[in-house]
């Protein structure tokens, strides 16, 4: 299956919100973020919803969202798979969290712009104070900890068919990768805790590490002439369907 790879310009912005300040909403409904790192092989927040402790009043929050951006021009055909794998990291931090990936606007929408904090919140669709599920465009299923999740091996988000149709039609399809659990679905951690999930980028050292989409295309059988009957009009040959012949006497 053909891979597409992320662009380097892929990375974390995360959003910080104070002691005494607006907590989880403060930090989650932010339209700009407070920090981002575009040049890390890897992070052990690359999703992640982080609540402090605090001695009194709102306690701080972070929360961090990865972007990425996958150049599709040369996706020709119907895509008939497609699914994001991340290699996983930790470097010692838990791997408690869960995962979606949901279509964004960073990047200035075409790739041509560097992460910025402003990219917090480009995601179409989203809505302030409630949860994204019949807002945003998911790209993906969401991924809990429970399933699995590899600190050093690949791990799969199974794309939607909203990426495969965007996959076909645009030339870059940009990603946000958020937390589902508590990000996505708008819900405030009821204690201390930071779930969160680690991964790779671009940057990662070697192939086999970085951030990509693993896609498959439909058959789209055979397609000559036979007996001078035109491939279009041809549904079967020898009760076969034209779909899944990819030759005819070795043509």
């Given at each position: 299956?053909p891979?597409?790879?992320?662009n380097?310009?892929d990375?974390?912005v995360?959003?910080l919100?104070?002691?005494?300040?607006s907590?989880?909403?403060?930090?989650?409904?932010?339209?700009?973020?407070?920090?981002?790192?575009?040049?890390?092989?890897?992070?052990?927040?690359f999703?992640?919803?982080?609540?402090?402790g605090s001695r009194?009043?709102?306690p701080?929050?972070?929360?961090?969202?990865?972007?990425?951006f996958?150049d599709t021009?040369g996706?020709?055909?119907?895509v008939?798979?497609?699914?994001?794998e991340?290699v996983?990291?930790?470097?010692?931090a838990?791997?408690?969290?869960?995962m979606?990936a949901?279509?964004?606007t960073?990047?200035?929408?075409?790739?041509?712009t560097?992460?910025k904090?402003?990219?917090f919140d480009?995601?179409p669709?989203?809505?302030?104070?409630?949860s994204?599920?019949?807002n945003v465009?998911?790209?993906?299923?969401?991924f809990?900890?429970?399933d699995?999740?590899?600190?050093?091996?690949?791990n799969?988000?199974?794309?939607?068919?909203d990426?495969?149709?965007d996959m076909?039609?645009?030339n870059?399809?940009?990603?946000?990768f958020?937390?589902?659990?508590?990000?996505y679905?708008n819900?405030?951690?009821?204690?201390?805790?930071?779930?969160?999930?680690g991964?790779?980028?671009?940057?990662?050292?070697?192939?086999?590490?970085?951030l990509?989409?693993n896609?498959?295309?439909a058959?789209?059988?055979y397609?000559n002439?036979?007996?001078?009957?035109?491939?279009?009009?041809?549904g079967?040959?020898n009760?076969v369907?034209t779909?899944?012949?990819?030759?005819?006497?070795?043509l």
């Open positions: 299956m891979l597409i790879y992320s380097s310009a990375g974390e995360q959003s919100q104070g002691p005494g300040g907590g989880f909403a403060g930090a989650r409904d932010a339209a700009t973020g407070t920090a981002v790192n575009a040049s890390q092989a890897e992070n052990a927040n999703t992640a919803v982080t609540r402090f009194g009043g709102t701080p929050y972070r929360i961090h969202r990865s972007f990425a996958f021009s996706v020709t055909g119907t008939a798979s497609a699914q994001f991340i996983g990291y930790s470097a010692g838990s791997t408690n969290g869960s979606i949901v279509k964004s960073a990047f200035g929408g075409d790739g041509n560097a992460l904090d402003i990219d480009a995601i669709g989203w809505t302030d104070g409630a994204q599920a019949g465009t998911n790209y993906s299923t969401q809990i900890a429970s699995g999740w590899s600190t050093t091996g690949v799969v988000l199974t794309g939607t068919s990426l495969k149709t076909q039609n645009n870059v399809v940009i990603v946000c958020m937390d589902y659990t508590n990000d679905l819900v405030d951690p009821s204690s201390v805790s930071s779930p969160q999930l991964g790779r980028y671009n940057e990662a050292s070697s192939a086999g590490q970085r990509r989409i896609y498959s295309l058959a789209t059988g397609g002439d036979v007996i001078g009957v035109a491939s279009a009009d041809i079967e040959v009760r369907a779909a899944n012949i990819a030759e005819i006497n070795g």
